[in-house]
């Protein structure tokens, strides 16, 4: 009798376990995958963000008209300018 109840925790932990190996791996691929989208997208000149300059993640090497002028508008904010100034 022990040694099937042995058995059946056995395939259980194998079970478990490949369940597992096989969720981190998924999330792996998706996350990959998911970055790998983002690099595109920049590459190609479009925004990541939804248009959200301020919490963007890539906000000081972006290329796009927006975010230059986001840019432009803050370093003028910090200089004491504003744009009905200029």
């Known amino acids: ?13 194998l079970l478990t376990g490949a369940l597992r190996y096989a969720t981190l791996g998924l999330l792996a691929a998706v996350g990959g995958s998911v970055f790998v989208k983002r690099r595109r997208l920049v590459r190609e000149g479009k925004c990541v963000n939804r248009g959200l300059c301020e919490d963007c993640e ?9 975010a230059i002028s986001v ?8 200089n004491g300018r504003r744009k009905e100034d200029n």
């Open 1 to 13: 009798m022990e040694k099937d109840t042995e058995r059946k925790q056995d395939r259980r932990e």
């Open 58 to 66: 890539i906000f000081k090497e972006c290329g796009l008209e927006q």
């Open 71 to 78: 840019r432009k508008a803050i370093a003028g904010l910090y």
